[in-house]
């Protein structure tokens, strides 16, 4: 059983920061990965980035490298991505998602419902 919550999005401008944070407290068993995923309005859900609970390794998707971060807050009990440089085309819902370490959609079991992000120009 999981619960995974996500938070955190909103509107920005093209620039700013966000970060979006996913709620871990609740899950009953400990996944190997949590990873984000987004889908913008008329296209198909994409990686976003993932990070393996045992060691923290991290997994970006080449469109957010070096602007995005994801790292796992223990004293929240979170999973934590910070988003910098946001660009009008990092416009989607971001969800949260727990399973194996991946960047395909299908290997993660539990999803949250979702948080939207909205970049303006």
């Known amino acids: 059983q999981a619960e995974l919550v996500e938070s955190g999005g909103g509107e920005v401008q093209v620039g700013d920061s966000l970060t979006l944070s996913c709620d871990i407290s609740?899950?009953?068993?400990?996944?190997?990965?949590f990873g984000w995923f987004r889908q913008a309005p008329g296209k198909e859900r994409e990686f976003v980035a993932a990070v393996r609970w045992a060691d923290g390794h991290t997994l970006y998707a080449d469109s957010v490298k070096g602007r995005f971060t994801l790292s796992k807050n223990w004293a929240k009990s979170t999973v934590e991505l910070q988003m910098n440089n946001l660009k009008p085309e990092d416009t989607a819902v971001y969800y949260c998602a727990a399973g194996r370490y991946g960047s395909n959609g299908y290997e993660y079991t539990y999803w949250g419902q979702g948080t939207q992000v909205t970049v303006s120009s």
């Open positions: 609740k899950i009953t068993f400990r996944p190997t990965a």
